[in-house]
């Protein structure tokens, strides 16, 4: 089958074993407001009824159908672009759909605004049935300065020049191609968002975004990869600061998880991480200096740390600056400065890495690790308890919250000579386990089942 001309958009729906599913979302795509579309759709190694119920629709003439053995997302996505002949081309899940308008809308504000490479819109979130359980509302990308929350990566409508122009997508990941996209793409074109919820996003439990660890971890390794191209050599100081047992007698750094004293877990982490060209720990406590002294000999620095700084409620800023001083007389070279705490023991080089790149690549004044906050948040206003974040059937990317861990935080070694500046603070969302701080026994005891 040959059509006269090519369209104006191509639709490709990815699908594996979505069989239950896949009519809604070709029909969504079918029964559009706009006609100058065409429809692939590539089944990737099905295992249930998926072809059965594609080769209902073969006879349509929008619609071309390509079966596979399974190859995976990023295959098939790079499989689409080759077979594409729209203009413009979007991805759609196949356990998700359109809305009657959005391709019509999305290729519209395409045609009028040429500098602009990629546009996405905001959505609706289902649950299983398709019922609505959320409507997500995105930031006003007129406002937005800070391009590090990306586009969905589904139902985001690209120029296939641009998309060719880039490589495509890489097929060295096997998820999060909307954020490998996003991170090329906001390197070299406009991105824009329509605050109109133009598609269904379902989730269930087989959806791909649920495993959050590999997520993380394949989204750090976009960024390094990306980083790298830009050849920097930027490296950090790792400063560690320690209360003592004469300030904390339930000190933990020294008692053992897992036959590892816990202060060794984030150091040796420290040690292996590529970014940090040193590692400093400061403390008032003689029996862990001497301990870490005998252990670690030259492969860190050590400074005693005035008793005075050591208490439970005298910040931290001025051991900060009593460190970067004390590395600087040492000849470290360092560009940013790493503050930790020893209480998370499980947080990963690769994490730690990524702070560093996340702050060149988005060029922020510091990188904040956090972890998403979903529970309520309330603060008494003097007459009752007001809620923070709003839970409700509306999502506002510009109500989320997040919660900081245990300080870490990675910064510019000169900027507290910026201190009027108004910081641009970035942010790197810790896994379940990373995130994992000990601060009573209860967080012992866990520490010791993960």
């Known amino acids: 089958m040959k059509l006269k001309k090519n369209p104006l958009v191509t639709v490709y729906i990815t699908n594996h074993n979505y069989g239950k599913y896949i009519t809604k979302a070709i029909n969504s795509v079918l029964n559009q407001s706009m006609d100058n579309f065409e429809l692939i759709i590539i089944d990737d190694g099905s295992k249930d009824n998926s072809k059965k119920i594609i080769d209902k629709f073969q006879k349509n003439k929008k619609i071309i159908s390509v079966f596979q053995k399974n190859k995976g997302l990023t295959v098939s996505n790079n499989l689409a672009i080759r077979l594409s002949r729209g203009k413009y081309i979007m991805r759609l899940d196949a356990d998700d759909w359109l809305d009657v308008n959005a391709l019509q809308i999305m290729s519209n504000y395409l045609e009028k605004n040429k500098k602009i490479g990629l546009v996405f819109p905001d959505y609706f979130e289902v649950d299983e049935k398709g019922n609505i359980i959320n409507l997500v509302r995105r930031h006003d990308f007129k406002k937005v300065k800070l391009l590090d929350k990306p586009a969905h990566g589904a139902c985001t409508m690209i120029r296939k020049e641009c998309l060719t122009k880039i490589g495509g997508y890489s097929e060295q990941f096997d998820r999060q191609d909307g954020y490998y996209l996003w991170v090329k793409f906001i390197q070299r074109y406009g991105v824009m968002n329509i605050n109109l919820p133009l598609f269904f996003y379902r989730q269930h439990n087989a959806s791909l975004t649920k495993n959050e660890e590999k997520i993380i971890k394949t989204r750090s390794d976009i960024i390094k990869i990306n980083t790298f191209k830009n050849n920097s050599q930027k490296k950090a100081l790792a400063i560690l600061p320690v209360r003592g047992y004469e300030i904390n007698p339930h000190n933990y750094f020294l008692k053992k998880l897992k036959n590892k004293p816990l202060g060794c877990w984030v150091i040796d982490a420290l040690i292996k991480t ?108 003097g007459s009752t308890l007001e809620l923070l974040n709003k839970n409700s059937n509306l999502k506002l990317e510009r109500d989320e919250i997040y919660r900081g861990i245990s300080g870490i935080r990675l910064f510019k070694k000169n900027q507290n000579k910026n201190k009027y500046k108004k910081l641009i603070l970035g942010h790197y969302v810790l896994d379940q386990k990373s995130s994992h701080t000990i601060n009573s026994e209860l967080d012992w005891r866990i520490a010791n089942f993960i």
Not at 279 to 287: F, G, H, Q, R, Y
Not at 306 to 325: C, F, H, M, P, W
């Open 274 to 381: 590529k970014k940090i060209s040193k590692v400093l720990v400061t403390t008032s406590d003689e029996k862990i200096l001497k301990f870490l002294k005998k252990k670690y000999k030259n492969k860190i620095l050590f400074l005693k740390r005035n008793l005075n700084l050591s208490g439970i409620n005298v910040a931290l800023d001025e051991t900060i600056t009593k460190s970067i001083r004390y590395a600087k007389k040492r000849k470290v070279n360092f560009d940013y400065v790493f503050q930790l705490t020893y209480k998370t023991p499980f947080i990963q080089s690769n994490d730690l890495d990524s702070f560093v790149y996340l702050m060149e690549f988005f060029k922020t004044d510091e990188v904040l690790g956090v972890r998403s906050e979903t529970d309520r948040i309330y603060k008494h206003n």
